[in-house]
């Protein structure tokens, strides 16, 4: 490890818990929890300039950093307030007087029955259009087409029914229909019980009870139930609300056979703990924990629903608590699965160091405020933004290790790991290798930025036998070339730079330190100044080009584009005219040559 590494990691690497961050998060969870005492004195923070529901989309608007909790600390913190009721919407009340009319218009005696995540949700005082409906007499397709039937009673339009077959073999045990009511998406599927063989893994899935559904859900928070019919909350395991207004994450059953059952439960109740800053029960964390359950859900699991659990987490509140109880648990490696013969040989206690790195990322991004991922144009992109920048924090450690493919071919780990071990989307993988490209010479930048040791070497790359850089534009110009190859990530890319640069002794303070967090945010700050100069637009096509310089294409044209570029960031008041007559000597100048 080298000695920068050592320096900030090393008292991350220390720890042996996970290290929750307590930070809140306005539009998510409001009022919880708490305000605790900072570790990072409130000068570090909010001097973006910016107002602060500019920041609420990037996830740092009013959260503070704080240090790690004793355990008696963490069971006073988790109380929480949990409503008597279900208070619902207009669009609610009206789609279920729907569903209502459908069981009654065609005597179904069908008990409509809200499950999951959207019953605890409204608990907690949240909105949520998550909403699954469990019916108790008749499969979610029959419903649908009766759902259909009385539309076209009423002459309206009737829906597509979209279905989802079961497959037992990836631990999907329920067929779900699917249908857009009055604009909002529902999902309909019927309360389950499910037998085993004696000698099998596979389930024997059967209409159930409402109480043996909710004993077959994957935790005690998400197995509670809203009765449309009687209007009131069902809690069947009996401890769902209690688990909630204690901040418990407990399977229902035992855990290892619920873990086994379906292995992506094991996931599902991290990303939960770490969503709601809830607590995992030593029992399901033994559970995650054993090697079969870890087996399991690495060959029985499909790789794109691992993906999208660990994306949710990615796109959270709460990233690093995710990400640190993988950790803890063992999972890194069965999550993020490397290929074959890296090389790099990937470095031992890989997982402590990706997540260290992604830690000490969520200090400094703290510390500087929304303005690094303010590279998206609306929340949307921010929040983009925001997740694809804790992917490139998480994988730095290993941005310099390849691999050879079927065909020989070079290929950073971090692309297998986002587009084969997560089946994430090509672009993902594409930008987080492209940040970690870019932020290598952003290093040279800040540097630049810092002294001018080496700027008379910087200028000679630049310079060339056609255009000479001023001195006093060499810095603009080099930011200007970085800046344009990673464009609207460019934020990003300084950011991980000023994550991992300068190299620190091994004595030196970690990143979390707030005298080493505002040094280096100084940096971030001082090289975001540049923003703009990789906008412009250049002053001539290559039509305009190939005129000037006489000749039919090639790649000439592209030399000149790129050295055009570097005269418009070195000149910029220059004019067209000017950059023509520039060209037309240097054109003048090629051809005695």
């Given at each position: 490890?080298?000695?920068?590494?050592?320096?900030?990691?090393?008292?991350?690497?220390?720890?042996?818990?996970?290290?929750?961050?307590?930070?809140?998060?306005?539009?998510?969870?409001?009022?919880?929890?708490?305000?605790?005492?900072?570790?990072?004195?409130?000068?570090?923070?909010?001097?973006?300039?910016?107002?602060?529901?500019?920041?609420?989309?990037?996830?740092?608007?009013?959260?503070?950093?704080?240090?790690?909790?004793?355990?008696?600390?963490?069971?006073?913190?988790?109380?929480?307030?949990?409503?008597?009721?279900?208070?619902?919407?207009?669009?609610?009340?009206?789609?279920?007087?729907?569903?209502?009319?459908?069981?009654?218009?065609?005597?179904?005696?069908?008990?409509?029955?809200?499950?999951?995540?959207?019953?605890?949700?409204?608990?907690?005082?949240?909105?949520?259009?998550?909403?699954?409906?469990?019916?108790?007499?008749?499969?979610?397709?029959?419903?649908?087409?009766?759902?259909?039937?009385?539309?076209?009673?009423?002459?309206?339009?009737?829906?597509?029914?979209?279905?989802?077959?079961?497959?037992?073999?990836?631990?999907?045990?329920?067929?779900?229909?699917?249908?857009?009511?009055?604009?909002?998406?529902?999902?309909?599927?019927?309360?389950?019980?499910?037998?085993?063989?004696?000698?099998?893994?596979?389930?024997?899935?059967?209409?159930?009870?409402?109480?043996?559904?909710?004993?077959?859900?994957?935790?005690?928070?998400?197995?509670?139930?809203?009765?449309?019919?009687?209007?009131?909350?069902?809690?069947?395991?009996?401890?769902?609300?209690?688990?909630?207004?204690?901040?418990?994450?407990?399977?229902?059953?035992?855990?290892?056979?619920?873990?086994?059952?379906?292995?992506?439960?094991?996931?599902?109740?991290?990303?939960?703990?770490?969503?709601?800053?809830?607590?995992?029960?030593?029992?399901?964390?033994?559970?995650?924990?054993?090697?079969?359950?870890?087996?399991?859900?690495?060959?029985?699991?499909?790789?794109?629903?691992?993906?999208?659990?660990?994306?949710?987490?990615?796109?959270?509140?709460?990233?690093?608590?995710?990400?640190?109880?993988?950790?803890?648990?063992?999972?890194?490696?069965?999550?993020?699965?490397?290929?074959?013969?890296?090389?790099?040989?990937?470095?031992?206690?890989?997982?402590r160091l990706c997540v260290s790195h992604i830690e000490v990322?969520?200090?400094?991004?703290?510390?500087?405020?929304?303005?690094?991922?303010?590279?998206?144009?609306?929340?949307?992109?921010?929040?983009?933004?925001?997740?694809?920048?804790?992917?490139?924090?998480?994988?730095?450690?290993?941005?310099?290790?390849?691999?050879?493919?079927?065909?020989?071919?070079?290929?950073?780990?971090?692309?297998?790991?986002?587009?084969?071990?997560?089946?994430?989307?090509?672009?993902?993988?594409?930008?987080?290798?492209?940040?970690?490209?870019?932020?290598?010479?952003f290093a040279e930048l800040i540097n630049l930025l810092e002294?001018?040791?080496?700027?008379?070497?910087?200028?000679?790359?630049?310079?060339?036998?056609?255009?000479?850089?001023?001195?006093?534009?060499?810095?603009?110009?080099?930011?200007?070339?970085?800046?344009?190859?990673?464009?609207?990530?460019?934020?990003?890319?300084?950011?991980?730079?000023?994550?991992?640069?300068?190299?620190?002794?091994?004595?030196?303070?970690?990143?979390?330190?707030?005298?080493?967090?505002?040094?280096?945010?100084?940096?971030?700050?001082?090289?975001?100044?540049?923003?703009?100069?990789?906008?412009?637009?250049?002053?001539?096509?290559?039509?305009?080009?190939?005129?000037?310089?006489?000749?039919?294409?090639?790649?000439?044209i592209g030399k000149w584009q790129q050295r055009l570029l570097?005269?418009?960031?070195?000149?910029?008041?220059?004019?067209?005219?000017?950059?023509?007559?520039?060209?037309?000597?240097?054109?003048?100048?090629?051809?005695?040559?």
């Amino acid at each position: 490890m080298s000695l920068r590494l050592r320096g900030l990691l090393l008292p991350l690497l220390r720890r042996r818990s996970c290290s929750p961050l307590l930070l809140r998060r306005r539009r998510l969870l409001r009022g919880w929890p708490p305000p605790l005492v900072s570790a990072i004195p409130s000068r570090a923070f909010g001097s973006s300039g910016l107002p602060a529901r500019a920041c609420a989309s990037s996830g740092f608007s009013g959260m503070a950093a704080v240090s790690p909790p004793t355990p008696q600390q963490q069971q006073q913190r988790c109380v929480v307030e949990v409503r008597e009721g279900v208070e619902l919407t207009e669009k609610e009340e009206r789609i279920f007087r729907r569903l209502l009319d459908v069981v009654r218009h065609f005597g179904l005696g069908t008990q409509l029955r809200v499950a999951g995540g959207w019953v605890r949700d409204k608990l907690l005082g949240k909105d949520s259009t998550d909403i699954d409906i469990a019916l108790d007499n008749m499969t979610g397709q029959n419903f649908c087409e009766k759902v259909n039937e009385y539309s076209e009673l009423l002459g309206e339009e009737q829906k597509g029914i979209g279905v989802i077959q079961c497959n037992p073999d990836q631990s999907k045990h329920l067929e779900t229909a699917r249908m857009l009511i009055f604009d909002i998406w529902i999902d309909f599927v019927n309360l389950r019980s499910e037998k085993y063989a004696e000698n099998s893994r596979i389930p024997t899935v059967e209409i159930g009870t409402a109480k043996e559904d909710a004993f077959r859900r994957d935790l005690t928070i998400n197995s509670l139930f809203f009765n449309i019919n009687t209007n009131t909350v069902e809690d069947l395991t009996g401890r769902g609300i209690e688990d909630l207004k204690k901040g418990l994450i407990v399977t229902p059953l035992p855990a290892k056979a619920t873990f086994l059952d379906d292995p992506l439960r094991v996931l599902r109740a991290i990303r939960f703990a770490a969503r709601f800053n809830f607590t995992l029960t030593e029992d399901l964390k033994d559970a995650a924990s054993d090697e079969k359950v870890k087996s399991e859900l690495g060959s029985k699991i499909s790789k794109e629903r691992i993906g999208h659990e660990v994306d949710l987490m990615m796109s959270d509140k709460h990233p690093v608590n995710a990400m640190c109880y993988i950790r803890d648990l063992g999972l890194f490696y069965v999550v993020f699965a490397f290929p074959e013969k890296p090389d790099p040989p990937v470095p031992d206690k890989c997982d402590r160091l990706c997540v260290s790195h992604i830690e000490v990322a969520w200090n400094l991004a703290h510390s500087i405020g929304c303005s690094v991922f303010s590279g998206g144009s609306d929340s949307k992109s921010q929040d983009e933004h925001r997740r694809l920048c804790f992917y490139s924090a998480l994988f730095t450690p290993v941005r310099n290790t390849i691999y050879l493919d079927k065909k020989s071919k070079k290929i950073p780990v971090t692309n297998y790991i986002i587009r084969d071990s997560l089946k994430l989307k090509a672009s993902d993988a594409d930008t987080v290798v492209n940040v970690h490209a870019a932020s290598e010479k952003f290093a040279e930048l800040i540097n630049l930025l810092e002294s001018n040791e080496n700027l008379t070497t910087v200028k000679e790359k630049l310079d060339d036998e056609y255009l000479e850089i001023p001195t006093d534009s060499v810095k603009r110009v080099l930011a200007g070339l970085i800046l344009r190859e990673i464009k609207d990530f460019w934020r990003v890319a300084l950011f991980i730079c000023t994550l991992t640069y300068p190299e620190v002794s091994s004595g030196g303070d970690s990143l979390g330190q707030p005298d080493e967090l505002h040094q280096r945010k100084e940096k971030y700050t001082r090289a975001e100044q540049l923003d703009g100069v990789w906008k412009m637009k250049p002053l001539l096509d290559g039509k305009a080009i190939m005129g000037i310089m006489q000749v039919k294409g090639g790649p000439l044209i592209g030399k000149w584009q790129q050295r055009l570029l570097k005269w418009q960031l070195a000149y910029p008041r220059g004019t067209t005219e000017e950059c023509i007559e520039w060209m037309k000597q240097s054109q003048s100048k090629r051809q005695k040559v």
